[in-house]
């Protein structure tokens, strides 16, 4: 067998692994005494919790009526003044804690809350629960981001409704346009409306890190003042920290990453890049029969530094599960890889799989494989990689390639059988003529990347080898030359921080 490099591959830091893998799953475990006391309270506490929460919601809704009536939600909307403004922080936000407090929940307040003249926009984070809601009530009922349907709902609509919130509609193509105006506008009335309170990690987590966050409450450029939500002991009690402020008005996502690492800093967790995106990718992942998690690629970081799009991923996430469809737990073998390609393991086949396998564990996940094909495959995939793999096989010269021609390279290169190379052989021929054109050839490379970068890492192999022989004596620094050379023009993670 010949020799095969051996080399350390570089690994480009900000693609590692993150500090948390899944910031989306909370598997509570409760001991059989945990079990018992919440039974034995339940039978108590939650008969009184409930009749006590209904006799609050039954003072707070007339309430909430009487500060809405009549009081438009959309156009030429102006913020609540007089005695409207008067029983929304006074009236609602007393009623407010009293149904926080039947349910249990004791607030203790850190640090002060300033102005919407100083600060017009709340960062709230993590974002974990529903019952985060109560950062609303002792904030002073500021405004709020809320979807139309959340206004419909019985009840509770209709305190919503108090809050004057900035309204999103899915069923607006410009929602989105429109909401970002209306933050912007009422974070530069200088005062004259409500602070707006926003979450900006978009979804919930389990509090294990800070998510990457959207850029909405910070694309005015106007001063964001941070707020902590804790959840420290066993009972939910809620504890929020209102912590300094740093201002980058010209980069709203500049803005944001710093204000979440002030925030993680405070909280002394760690922050990723993962995204909403990631769930989705979690519920595609399981659609497809894998485990939820291996959908799992911090969307952020992946998509700006591989220039990839959500359609993008899921495509790829499409290609994973055909390959790893046979194995458990979502990650790829190399005899599984071997298998997908329909080759042997062989020199070559190690070598690529190694550039894959980026934590060298001996398997590949889907962040893994997708950052190996966006970075290593696709751009060996060009055309003159492809013709220059075309005309080796096409050995007479006459634009196509017959099934003995194909066998006999992939036999002598990779060590192929020819009942290995038989189904391969009638994939790429498309339309069952018997031989293979550069169409055909061409159009099989561009949805299986894989087969380019295996072909010209086989050439390395080759070019490394008859180096070797050639200057035996200088085997081990040539062969540390070759490596990086090879490193630095075709298998490095070549994207920029």
Not at 342 to 357: G, H, I, M, Q
Not at 374 to 397: G, S, W
């Amino acid at each position: 067998m010949p020799p095969q490099r051996v080399f350390a591959l570089p690994r480009q830091q900000s693609l590692l692994l993150p500090a948390v893998i899944n910031p989306f799953v909370q598997d509570t475990k409760l001991t059989k005494a945990a079990i018992l006391k919440c039974v034995l309270l339940g039978i108590f506490l939650v008969p009184v919790r409930a009749i006590l929460a209904s006799l609050v919601l039954m003072v707070t809704w007339p309430v909430a009526v009487i500060i809405t009536f009549k009081y438009p939600l959309k156009g030429a909307v102006e913020p609540m003044t007089g005695w409207r403004r008067f029983l929304c922080q006074n009236v609602m936000a007393a009623l407010g804690r009293a149904y926080y407090f039947c349910m249990g929940f004791r607030v203790v307040v850190k640090g002060k809350q300033v102005g919407s003249s100083e600060a017009p926009i709340l960062a709230v984070a993590p974002h974990s629960t529903f019952f985060d809601g109560i950062v609303c009530i002792v904030a002073g009922l500021p405004s709020t981001v809320s979807r139309v349907e959340n206004l419909a709902t019985p009840i509770f609509g209709r305190f919503v409704r108090c809050l004057q919130p900035v309204l999103v509609s899915r069923k607006d193509p410009d929602s989105r346009k429109n909401t970002i105006q209306e933050i912007d506008s009422r974070a530069k009335s200088g005062g004259h409306w409500p602070q707006v309170l926003i979450f900006p990690e978009g979804t919930c987590t389990n509090r294990s890190c800070l998510i990457t966050f959207k850029q909405g409450a910070f694309i005015p450029g106007v001063p964001v003042q941070p707020v902590l939500m804790r959840y420290p002991n066993k009972l939910d009690t809620v504890t929020w920290t209102w912590q300094g402020f740093k201002e980058e008005k010209k980069s709203p996502a500049l803005f944001a990453s710093r204000v979440r690492d002030t925030m993680a800093q405070a909280l002394g967790v760690p922050v990723t890049d993962h995204t909403y995106e990631d769930c989705r990718l979690m519920i595609s992942a399981g659609e497809l029969t894998l485990p939820m998690e291996a959908g799992l690629v911090e969307f952020t970081k992946i998509s700006r530094k591989l220039n990839l799009k959500w359609d993008n991923l899921r495509k790829e996430l499409e290609g994973f599960a055909a390959m790893a469809n046979s194995c458990k737990g979502g990650r790829i073998t190399i005899e599984e890889f071997a298998r997908f390609l329909k080759l042997p393991v062989n020199p070559a086949l190690e070598e690529l799989f190694a550039l894959f396998d980026r934590n060298g564990d001996g398997t590949i996940d889907f962040r893994e494989y997708v950052i190996g094909v966006t970075i290593l495959c696709r751009p060996a995939n060009t055309e003159d990689v492809l013709r220059m793999a075309f005309q080796l096989f096409d050995v007479d010269d006459d634009e196509k390639i017959t099934r003995e021609e194909f066998t006999a390279l992939l036999r002598s290169a990779l060590g192929v059988s020819d009942l290995n190379m038989s189904k391969l052989f009638k994939d790429i021929d498309a339309d069952g003529s018997g031989f293979i054109t550069f169409s055909e050839f061409q159009a099989f490379a561009t949805t299986h990347p894989e087969y380019a970068k295996l072909f010209t890492t086989y050439l390395e192999l080759q070019r490394y080898q008859a180096i070797q022989e050639a200057t035996p004596g200088d085997l081990e620094l040539t062969g540390q030359t070759i490596s990086e050379e090879n490193l630095e023009d075709s298998t490095s993670d070549k994207k920029d921080d």
